[in-house]
């Protein structure tokens, strides 16, 4: 078998050394090749600033509090353009639309048959996507959070007051209560503690 003409570098970031396995596995023998492996978030980030990728393959539940959401929003802050396809486990509700909303190009559940992944490459590649059909779609109302509402549940996670989330905002405490019961419907939450939960599992902090 002659190797490809073309070469595609793709960056791994999982922490599962089982996975990682299964995704060089996948990748023999195609146009893509490994160009490296990082286990957290912050291993990622410092990947990407020394070495040059054409795709990024990440898990969404990273070891480091982070989620693979998340780590996509920090490369589009600093000018990261790459395409992301997001890897997960299992199926998760509401995954697809996360995913869309940070700019992520394609989902892919890690149980599935290898070739999966390879299409799932090979679509972002040719600038289509591909969200794996087996995550289901969020409920009715499950609205994404506002960027006002996002601004205050971040701040929130982070452990401030309303008082603290004000200041920062540079709003009114009433303001900051108010963003903070749209979220807690939107989130389907009724105290902070589960709002924050709902909104890193979302992606959304």
Same mark, same amino acid.
């Given at each position: 078998?002659?190797?490809?003409?073309?070469?595609?570098?793709?960056?791994?970031?999982?922490?599962?050394?089982?996975?990682?396995?299964?995704?060089?596995?996948?990748?023999?023998? +195609?146009?893509?090749?490994?160009?490296?492996?990082?286990?957290?978030?912050?291993?990622?980030?410092?990947?990407?600033?020394?070495?040059?990728?054409?795709?990024?393959?990440?898990?969404?539940?990273?070891?480091?509090?982070?989620?693979?959401?998340?780590?996509?929003?920090?490369?589009?802050?600093?000018?990261?353009?790459?395409?992301?396809?997001?890897? +997960?486990?299992?199926?998760?509700?509401?995954?697809?639309?996360?995913?869309?909303?940070?700019?992520?190009?394609?989902?892919?559940?890690?149980?599935?048959?290898?070739?999966?992944?390879?299409?799932?490459?090979?679509?972002?590649?040719?600038?289509?996507?591909?969200?794996?059909?087996?995550?289901?779609?969020?409920?009715?109302?499950?609205?994404?959070?506002?960027?006002?509402?996002?601004?205050?549940?971040?701040?929130?996670?982070?452990?401030? +007051?309303?008082?603290?989330?004000?200041?920062?905002?540079?709003?009114?405490?009433? +303001?900051?209560?108010?963003?903070?019961?749209?979220?807690?419907?939107?989130?389907?939450?009724?105290?902070?503690?589960?709002?924050?939960?709902?909104?890193?599992?979302?992606?959304?902090?």
């Amino acid at each position: 078998m002659s190797e490809p003409e073309q070469e595609i570098s793709v960056l791994v970031v999982d922490d599962d050394a089982i996975v990682r396995d299964w995704v060089r596995q996948a990748l023999t023998g +195609t146009e893509f090749r490994i160009a490296g492996e990082a286990g957290t978030s912050a291993e990622a980030l410092e990947l990407l600033r020394r070495r040059r990728a054409d795709v990024l393959l990440t898990d969404h539940w990273l070891p480091d509090d982070q989620l693979g959401t998340e780590l996509v929003r920090v490369f589009r802050r600093e000018g990261v353009k790459l395409p992301v396809v997001l890897m +997960t486990a299992h199926p998760e509700r509401g995954l697809n639309e996360s995913a869309r909303e940070v700019g992520i190009q394609a989902s892919i559940v890690k149980s599935s048959d290898p070739s999966g992944l390879v299409s799932a490459l090979r679509s972002v590649i040719e600038g289509r996507g591909f969200f794996d059909p087996q995550h289901p779609k969020r409920k009715e109302g499950e609205a994404p959070l506002a960027p006002r509402e996002r601004d205050v549940i971040k701040l929130v996670a982070e452990g401030m +007051t309303n008082r603290q989330v004000a200041a920062s905002l540079g709003i009114g405490e009433e +303001t900051v209560k108010t963003l903070l019961e749209r979220a807690y419907t939107k989130l389907g939450a009724n105290r902070r503690a589960d709002a924050v939960l709902e909104a890193r599992r979302r992606g959304f902090v």
